[in-house]
């Protein structure tokens, strides 16, 4: 096991926030285009990072800088990485960086649209965590309205856990106002398989509005796990309902 010498968590957040807007910078000085494709990026700042009903900073302990730096061609192919600041009961998981890669189109001219997507998640220091999933979405826009279905398996051991594999199965409904406001959910189950293994449900609604240049998000996130769940059941605060701020821009 590698242990990583102690940052505080506004450190790993510093660190990354510098990173990425280091590298959008870049980006831009060479006009985005690289490879026949475009960089783009996003900084996020927000007051938890919650993944399919989990707080990721130990029931919102710390605030998190979240960003991205990504590629994309005209045919549809994309990659890049994700990045931010963490917290666990493991003091070793303070960041993860998540390499991807995906295609991403529409079915003819069916009105269908698919993304399939490799998304890695990597924890410096604790790489005895990584895992690898695979996104797979198919969606339809119906005037200011669209949906999309989501199913995504891992491709190896969930959370690096020994012969567990999990599956996510979400829909993502959303819906754009003529003033700009945008109303999104998501009602999913992460699957959960193995020795001691339990799934459990996860949903969140929130409203987004882009002000100044800047995207501010309101969200409410809730899980089925409660003190009987067989995985979380000593640390359920981690679950409990929540609402969360952000703030994102895009370059």
Known sequence: MMI???TSPLKSALVIGSFLLSATSIAHAEDNQVLGGTLTGNLTFASDYV??????????????????LGWGNDDGWYGGVF?????????????VTAPYIGKAGEFGDSGFTYDVMVFSYLYPGASYSNYTELWMKVGKQFGQANIQLEVTPTIDDWFGVDGWQGVNYSIHPSYQFDNGL????????????????????HWNLGVSKMFAGLSFDLRYHGSTVDETHKVYGTQTKIFDDRVVIGINKSF
């Open 4 to 6: 990583m010498n102690k």
């Open 51 to 68: 993944f399919r009903g989990e707080s990721e900073t130990m029931d919102g302990d710390v605030p998190v800088v979240q960003g991205t």
């Open 182 to 201: 945008k109303v999104s959910g998501s009602v999913g189950y992460q699957d959960l398989d193995g020795e001691g293994a339990e799934g459990w449900g």
């Open 83 to 95: 990045a931010s600041n963490i917290k666990f009961a493991d003091p070793n998981l303070e960041i």
